[in-house]
């Protein structure tokens, strides 16, 4: 497993949660949108077999009136050429039945004010993983995006102002679950996307970010020559 981050101190902690008894971890510090850096990394890796890519956090949060073009191109950025590099970077290195996973929000299609310039990077991650699954499925490379719902991580609680235990559990009542997922069930749908064991990269760009717990949607087929490609949009159960 490799675990490319730009917070040295949440990689050193991510390896020791993995522990003992887990997969051989190289961490690496970098910033996912570098492709140099990342191909420096995964150079002496050899071949990857499943990616998945969790760039970007809440920047660019605000209303349109108060937008800077500087706080939005850094938030279509982080999202949009975080999965990108990743994707270049990984793709010649996938072999067939191999896989790239994106992450997007349930406030792609639950938006919500103040949220204009992640909402539409987000929204772009979504679009883009119908046209990488249409390019790579010729090679047999599945293209994922898991859609987040609300976990329980201190992303979430940091944004939500949510600062204690108590808290928590009285937003989290409100859900269908009667309660926030945890970082272990949302985990589940990203892994189930890659389908099999195998050496696997994780690309957090300086932020801690947890899929969903989620529940696959329908997927989206695919007409022609190219419907074996794998496109499917996971929903998040809020």
Known sequence: MVLVGRDRARLDAAVGR?????????????????????????????????????????????????????AVRSTLEARIWGALAAARVTAPRLPAGGSITLTSGVYSIRPVPGMTAPLAAIG????????????????????????????????????????????????????????FATPAE???PAYSESNRAGSFCVFPTG????????????????????KSATFRAVRAVT
């Not at 119908?130 to 944004?159: H, K, Q």
């Not at 808290?167 to 009667?178: D, H």
């Open 186 to 188: 949302a985990a589940a």
């Open 18 to 70: 993995i522990g003992e008894g887990g997969p051989e971890v190289l961490a690496a510090s970098a910033d996912g949108r570098d492709e140099q850096a990342l191909a420096r990394i995964l150079d002496p890796v050899g071949s990857v077999d499943h990616a998945l890519v969790t760039a970007g956090g809440l920047e660019g949060a605000g209303t349109i009136d108060k937008l800077t073009p500087e």
């Open 124 to 179: 772009a991650v979504e679009a883009l993983t119908g046209a990488l699954a249409v390019e790579f499925a010729p090679r047999r490379i599945r293209v994922n995006t898991v859609r987040y719902g609300s976990v329980d991580t201190p992303l979430m609680r940091g944004a939500a102002g949510l600062s204690t235990d108590e808290a928590v559990a009285e937003a989290g009542a409100a859900t269908l679950l009667g309660r």
């Open 207 to 226: 932020k801690r970010v947890s899929p969903a717990f989620a529940h696959p949607h329908r997927g989206i087929g695919r007409q022609g020559r190219f």
